[in-house]
């Protein structure tokens, strides 16, 4: 399915995309709010500033994923592998990411608010300038930089 595809679809009222491929997607800019894309592969997907509202993204693949300056708010990312993608000044608020993949992730300058990063696999993952207010970490604590 192509970007212009899935976007007519939604705009009709569809939410549920649930286990597509969509690898190498360009979806820049875009809002999204209570979409399903659970089990989606999203590899090398272009999403730099996308508005990710209420999105399901459990088990999703975004390999090398361009998620520059998205906002992801509320996103379920519970299981997401996120191997060596962007998210250079991205936003996460209140994002569960339980038990996601972000080895090798650029995480710099980005922001996590009350985000749940229990069981998250940073190995490797860029985190200078990174901002962690009121977010549970890997290891179960929590973490505030304020």
Known sequence: MNAQTLLKRYASGEQDFRRLDLSHINLEGVQLVSIWLDWVILNGADLRGAVFLETRLTGASLFEANLTEAILTEA???????HCANLHRAILYRA???RAVLVEADLSDAIFYEADLTEVDLAGANLSGTHFFDTRMPDGSMRNDA
């Open 96 to 98: 569960k990411m339980r």
């Open 76 to 82: 379920d990312l519970y299981k997401a592998k996120l």
